[in-house]
């Protein structure tokens, strides 16, 4: 049961500590694996710049700005 519940914690944080990154890597693995359904989808709605576009979003988010 400690095992479990260290898991958890040990994820969260991982988790919140990596937020930041979380766009870069989410695009990456959509152009690896979802290349022709990402570019026409995420590309065309947002261009070629979406990763900048998100993370200013979660840099404004981690910030307390708006
Ligand atoms: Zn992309």
Known sequence: MKKILLYIFLFTYTTIMFK???????????HIFWYSSHISTVHYENGQYHVHIESGKISKECSGKK
């Open 20 to 30: 930041p990154l979380l766009p870069y890597i989410t695009d990456t693995v959509a």
